[in-house]
């Protein structure tokens, strides 16, 4: 297996002559040593298990019929039987397709517009108006999904504000809040609204932290402003660019549940219904039972794990850094 | 404002650097109005909310619409009744308190974790760290997560909302770069030498060096319980008293009435509570975050390079 990169650098720092004495202490000598160390992991531990090791392992319901009211070693195996169940079920298709959709909408939008934001502030010179900018720009990432969706139905809504100029205008009221055709764009636009800034932040860093003395060099040799982006700024954050892809890749399932949930009454459940609004409407609050909602999940879960691997390798190939190293 | 833009067209002249072209006419003024539209987007609405929550009904009726910009006349009754110790402050009470025991419960798990794994050499010390690592790599679901809460009985509890978001891995593993990276490893070792333990180390020495990012993660943390939803939708829907979020949803985004509140009391003359106190619990929800975020601001650009990107 490999190790993460976060813990690759710093073991290499450490001096070689503290481990090699570690190694030659006997378990006990060591516990005796570091008993506190442990002690104070151990609550955060305790955390994982209850809460992420112990539901991930309840996932094997998902190859059980599992009923609730048996215990547990009463219930049986029954193979893959809630997966086939799962995709032949008519609501899980349109539900990993619009899952799909926002994704990929987000994916193609999002990233460009959080660079092109990033790169503009980057080139204001005044460095007050820039820090005004960036604190607006950044403060909606902060904002819960509630709130989000109730500014836009506030604005945008059919009695919103904008509806309220255009009427006074002679125009008609927007729909575009209760409007299923439209939902994609919307979706986009909250996502953008709210996490545009997020990622403006991380690329601006990565901007930072490029070489000021290669711009000067470039303007010497007479590249111009166009130029000296296309070799020397997009070449500094393209390991930033590629590490924010693989987990967006990796998380290409995971578009959330409440923007969709908040907005299911307007919209109508066919276009929100994504594959969290699913496994909670069909199964945790709905009909179909645990079984069927952990292989949705499992389904998920497994897809996501596999995409991050697989994008991450994809990365290394290309002479990437990736999330994690090899060791 | 003259006296201050002077000075600001001043400094631009001097920072741009000397190799630095110009931009044309074209590209600057595209360059402000998309930056200028951009930032209206987010002030505009957010301003509309403000000022209709402080509109009186007459203000509000004659401009139509449930949003304005400029209220004709000022009134704080929606701000009254939001504070008059019905089911709107009780759930304001609850989020604060949820919120303040959430994240001290999240930073004993993180400080303790992240100082607990920053010394490479120690006892368990990789495998632990992996058992941290993996949970970037995988979700549990929702469904499993539910039936642990369940078999906890914890489903209708208010603890469902804090402990199983207790610990983010990722915060985690900032702290600990930050504990291994920035502080000094012969300040550790001094205090060593002197005699301290790991706790006294912890609390006397890498603790006070790590005050801003330990502001930062709390805060994140209390930015997280604040703004929490979903939790309160999947693990407590049967509580009268509910986190404000869902109070917001209930007001604002469906026709259910506002949880916990007796028949009439927000319904007193209208059908609906008004535009005025809708936006006033909207503003209600915005002031924590807006007075935590200077903060967050301040320091979050250094967290983020020294966790997520440096590694």
Redesign the interface.
Known sequence: ?A?????????AE?PAK??SL?RRRS?GQ??R??W??????????A??A???????S??I?AFMDYKTYRPFWENQFVGVDWFLRLFDNPYFLPALLNTLKYSFANLLFLFPLSIV?AL??H???????RSV????????Y??????V???F???L?S???V??WL?GFGGERLDIMSDPSTFTFLAWLQWA?KDAGWGM??F???L??IN?SL??AA??DGA??WRRMWHITLPGIR??IV?LLILHI?GIL?VG??QY???R??IGYQTTEVL?TF??YR??IGTEG?SF??A???F??VI??VL??VANNVAHRLGEQG?YQKS | MTATDIP?KK??KN???A???E?TWFGKIA?AL??VC??A???I??W??VA?SFASEDALAK???????IPSEVSVKAYQSIFDGGALTRSLLLTIGLTALGTAISM??????A???S??????H?P??????F??????????????VQK?GLLDSYWSLI?????NAFN??VL??FF??SVPNELIDAAKMDGA???RT?FKVVLPMSKAILAVIALFYA?GY?????QA??YTPGLETQPI??V??RM????QGIPGADVGQYQAAEAAPTAALK?AV?VC??VP??I???F??KH??KA??TG??K?
Do not use: C
């Not at chain 1, 080139?123 to 108006?129: D, E, F, G, P, R």
């Open positions: 297996m190790a993460l990169q976060t813990s690759a650098p710093p073991a450490k503290r481990t570690r378990i060591r516990l040593h570091d506190p160390l442990l002690l104070m992991t151990l609550p955060a531990l955390q994982l209850v809460f992420f090791y112990w539901p991930s309840w996932n319901i934001l503009l502030m080139s204001v010179v005044s460095t007050k108006l900018f960036q604190s607006i720009v950044y403060l909606p902060f904002f819960s999904w509630v709130l969706v109730t500014v139905v506030q604005v809504g009695d919103g504000l509806s309220n009427l609204w932040i991380i601006l860093a990565a930072a932290s000021p711009y000067e303007a010497v111009n402003r390991p930033v590490l990796g995971n549940f409440e949930q908040l907005q009454d307007a969290d496994v909670y199964s945790v645990p909602g952990t949705a999940g499992l998920k879960g996501g794990l991050v691997l999330i | 600001l400094r631009r920072t741009r650097p190799w630095d072209e931009p360059k998309f930056l951009y930032a987007a987010i002030v609405p957010i509309a909310v209709t401009a139509g619409g449930n949003l304005l910009l004993v798990l993180t400080i303790g974790a100082y607990g794994l010394r490479t050499g120690s006892l368990f990789r632990l760290l992996m058992l941290v690592l949970t970037f790599l995988f979700a549990p679901g929702m469904y499993p997560s539910y039936l642990v906890l402990l199983p978001m207790a610990l985690l593993i600990r770069s291994m990276n333990g790991e706790f912890l930015v604040w703004n929490m939803y979903f939708v999947l979020q869902v917001l949803q604002l985004l469906s026709t936006m909207v929800t915005i975050i807006v935590m975020y200077p967050i601001q979050f650009t983020i390079i997520a990107i590694g």
